[in-house]
Nanobody
């Protein structure tokens, strides 16, 4: 059974940093392209970032480029998202997501993902 469990969210001030983690189990993590997706209050899901299975290639939505860094530890079956220079409009529930099949590069849209964690809340407020 595929399980994705996010952690690391919290309430921070603008300009602060957070590191989100996603612990995974039930599938061969190292074979999957993994992503982070977020949902701001009252808005739809927004793809944030994707990392290739080997960790060497990453993609970001324009609004977080230069501030967020996605990474992974295939030995620990864990995905990360480092959030720096946080802004109030980064406030959202952040989800870890995986496509149904291994070795498939998912489209940068929420509908490309079949497995989701429960999410972790990030609130940026002064």
């Amino acid at each position: 059974q595929v399980q994705l469990v996010e952690s690391g969210g919290g309430l921070v001030q603008p300009g602060d940093s957070l590191r989100l983690s996603c612990a995974t189990s039930g599938f061969t993590f190292s074979n999957y392209y993994m992503s982070w997706v977020r949902q701001a209050p009252g808005k739809g899901l927004e793809w944030v970032s994707t990392i290739y299975s080997d960790g060497r290639t990453t993609y970001y939505v324009d609004s977080v480029k230069g501030r967020f860094t996605i990474s992974r530890d295939n030995d620990k079956n864990t995905l990360y998202l480092q959030l720096n220079s946080l802004k109030p409009n980064d406030t959202a529930v952040y989800y870890c997501a995986a496509p149904r099949q291994a070795y498939i590069i998912p489209e940068p849209v929420p509908s490309a993902y079949d497995f989701w964690g429960h999410g972790t809340q990030v609130t940026v407020s002064s």
